[in-house]
T-cell receptor, first 114, second 115 residues
């Protein structure tokens, strides 16, 4: 099925370890996003990529890096994981241009840092 | 940054009844879009309905409709004939039409459907 694919779905890390969350979309969307979801706080934007070759910080970028590898793929890297990064991470993509285009979300990654 | 407020952390409804979820937002812009997303226990975020601020007519998608009050900055979601499958977390979201890369989400309302 067409959509946004995230891997892995679950991950446990030790404090200080690094990992990369992968995201790919097959809808030819220009824009891609990484959000984190924490209880009682909704979804907060970490980084986004408005188009291939560009990335920008969102609301909570500290401790993360991103790479827009090509139009399809947008990865999120934690260089040195901290317990405060325990969260559910969502990748999303969106068609850009005028219009009320919503996000298409991946199924999320539950990350626990111990 | 725009703020989106969902003042009802939890709601419940009897199956086949109607429920309304509230959302208010704060913005100085006149052109924007509003959305309701559903997140069932599977964790997948699903777009339920969207509204363009320039449209006076309230959006409707089958059993889901909105009450958009632009002056009051209110965007409530009405679910009619509630079904067990409607049980989920519901998020309200805002996106500027002019600087529209970021969506701003509310903190969510957990809806329970009672058989």
């Amino acid at each position: 099925n067409a959509g946004v694919t995230q891997t892995p779905k679950f991950q446990v890390l030790k404090t200080g370890q690094s990992m990369t969350l992968q995201c790919a979309q097959d809808m030819n969307h220009n824009s891609m996003y990484w959000y984190r979801q924490d209880p009682g706080m909704g979804l907060r934007l970490i980084y986004y990529s408005a188009s291939e070759g560009t990335t920008d910080k969102g609301e909570v970028p500290n401790g993360y890096n991103v790479s827009r590898l090509n139009k399809r793929e947008f990865s999120l890297r934690l260089e040195s994981a901290a317990p405060s990064q325990t969260s559910v991470y969502f990748c999303a993509s969106r068609h850009t241009g005028t219009g009320s285009y919503g996000y298409t979300f991946g199924s999320g990654t539950r990350l626990t840092v111990v | 940054a725009q703020t989106v407020t969902q003042s009802q952390p939890e709601m419940s409804v009897q199956e086949a009844e109607t429920v309304t979820l509230s959302c208010t937002y704060d913005t100085s812009e006149s052109d924007y879009y509003l959305f309701w997303y559903k997140q069932p226990p599977s964790r997948q975020m699903i777009l339920v309905i969207r509204q363009e601020a320039y449209k006076q007519q309230n959006a409707t998608e089958n059993r889901f409709s909105v009450n958009f009050q632009k002056a009051a900055k209110s965007f409530s979601l009405k679910i009619s004939d509630s079904q067990l499958g409607d049980a989920a977390m519901y998020f309200c979201a805002y996106r500027s039409a002019n600087t529209g890369n970021q969506f701003y989400f509310g903190t969510g309302t957990s809806l329970t459907v009672i058989p």
